[in-house]
């Protein structure tokens, strides 16, 4: 994220935190690491709709 909006660290921990706070991404610390999840798209991924050809 850092690299591709070309911002600081601390302005993708700022945005993605206000993600987290909306309810968008959900904030998960393990260890001193901090993960956003996307619950919605982690959902779909391992529950695809079958597809009719």
């Known amino acids: 994220m850092e690299r591709d909006l070309d911002i600081s660290r ?3 921990t700022r945005y993605l935190d ?5 309810g968008t991404l959900v ?18 991924l391992f ?3 079958e597809m009719n050809e």
């Open 18 to 22: 206000a993600l987290a706070a909306d």
């Open 47 to 49: 529950h695809l709709p």
């Open 27 to 44: 904030k998960q610390r393990m260890g001193r690491e901090n993960y956003y999840i996307n619950r919605e798209l982690v959902d779909l």
């Open 10 to 12: 601390a302005t993708a």
